[in-house]
């Protein structure tokens, strides 16, 4: 059966076109937490465990937002947002910083890297969805 039709072979108009965000964070909690509330919103969630499993990621697949956490090993959350914004195609892409470190030299050294926002753990499913709203309209 073609994903695309009803049980009974009839067409079935696909949906309008499905976002994509990568959700970038070593915990596995936060990964799920997130990935259960975005998907529920309505996004088609891909997840990393660090900056370099995002890179990968990126690298197979186009996102249209970015959530990444700071403290992360391999490639940290600031070493990832400078190599996506090193790269001309994603240099508009929305990098969101979903981190415990809410001091203004972090937001500094978040901003200087080139992220869009930033958002402090723990996290209210809602809130990340509306923030997350705001950044792709």
Do not use: C, Y
């Not at 072979?9 to 076109?17: F, I, M, R, T």
């Not at 965000?21 to 969630?45: E, I, Q």
């Not at 990968?56 to 970015?66: F, K, M, P």
């Amino acid at each position: 059966m073609n994903p695309f039709t009803s049980p009974t072979g009839a067409a079935v108009a696909l949906p309008a076109a499905t976002r994509s965000l990568l959700v970038v964070d070593d915990s596995a909690t936060v990964r799920h937490m997130l990935s259960s509330v975005l998907t529920a919103a309505g996004w088609h969630v891909l997840l990393a465990r660090d900056g370099r499993h995002a890179l990968d990621t990126v690298a197979a697949q186009a996102v249209d937002l970015v959530i990444t956490d700071l403290n992360m090993p391999e490639m940290d959350g600031i070493a990832l947002i400078r190599e996506l914004r090193g790269r001309p195609a994603l240099a508009a892409l929305p990098i969101l910083v979903l981190t415990t470190d809410m001091d203004e030299a972090t937001k500094l050294r978040a901003r200087a890297a080139g992220a869009s926002g930033w958002i402090g753990k723990p996290v209210d499913g809602a809130a990340i969805a509306d923030i997350v709203q705001a950044l792709l309209a």
